[in-house]
């Protein structure tokens, strides 16, 4: 069935480290493609999405892109901040309409 | 647009009690989702409506969980009796169909 797998956590960085939480999916035919994000006591939140390979998904100085070749979907940001701490969670829905999420990825980011 | 309104935030209530969370999902919305968030299981779908119709139950984990959605702007959750094990934050989320889905704030029950 289909599926997302992310990096687990716990990620702690320093303020304005480079960050990378890896995704991978798995489903057949092209999926949309999400990252959300979760600030504690809070709901997610989307944060960025691509709906097609090669596309690039970007927010708030967040980047993904949708590799198709490497079913892959990663989140980066080139200098985090202390405001980023917050869980992460890749996830997709495929052409049936049926999302899927990952486990969710903890970043904390250290002054 | 409000956004997704669940009630009540916070709910404490004790072991046997009946429990009914609500959530009014983005006008426009025909997609409904309920999902359970824990530190030990982290985010499960327990149940989704497409029209009012539920489309997949397969996640409500047994017959003491139900869900409603009688009308567009309108679902909700219920849990009778309550087991401390039911402890957890509940999210309504909903969506255009093929599109992303927007969460609400959650409901924190706690079963004592």
């Known amino acids: 069935g289909d599926s997302v797998t992310q990096m687990e956590g716990p990620v702690t960085l320093s303020e304005e480290a480079f960050l990378t939480i890896n995704c991978t999916y798995t489903?057949?035919?092209?999926?949309?493609l999400f990252w959300y994000v979760q600030y504690p006591g809070e709901g997610l939140q989307l944060l960025l999405k691509?709906?097609?390979?090669?596309d690039k998904g970007s927010n708030k100085g967040f980047e993904a892109t949708y590799r198709k070749e490497t079913t892959s979907f990663h989140l980066e940001k080139g200098s985090v901040q202390v405001s980023d701490s917050a869980v992460y969670f890749c996830?997709?829905?495929?052409?049936?309409?049926?999302?899927?999420f990952g486990t969710g990825t903890s970043l904390t980011v250290i002054p | 647009d409000a956004g997704v309104i669940q009630s009540p935030r916070h709910e404490v209530t004790e072991m046997g009690q009946e429990v009914t969370l609500r959530c009014k999902p983005i006008?426009?919305?025909?997609?409904l989702f309920w999902y359970r968030q824990t530190m030990m299981r982290g985010l499960e779908l327990l149940i989704y409506?497409?029209?009012?119709?539920?489309?997949?139950d397969s996640g409500m984990p047994e017959d003491r969980f139900s869900a409603k959605m009688p009308n567009a702007s309108f679902s909700t959750l219920k849990i009778q009796p309550s087991e401390p094990r039911d402890s957890a934050v509940y999210f309504c989320?909903?969506?255009?169909?093929?599109?992303?889905?927007?969460f609400g704030p959650g409901t924190r029950l706690t079963v004592t």
């Open positions: 996830a997709l829905r495929n052409t049936g309409n049926q999302f899927y």
């Open positions: 489903a057949t035919g092209y999926p949309s």
């Open positions: 691509a709906t097609k390979a090669d």
């Open positions: 006008s426009g919305h025909n997609s």
């Open positions: 409506f497409n029209n009012n119709v539920p489309i997949d």
């Open positions: 989320a909903s969506a255009v169909p093929y599109y992303e889905q927007y």
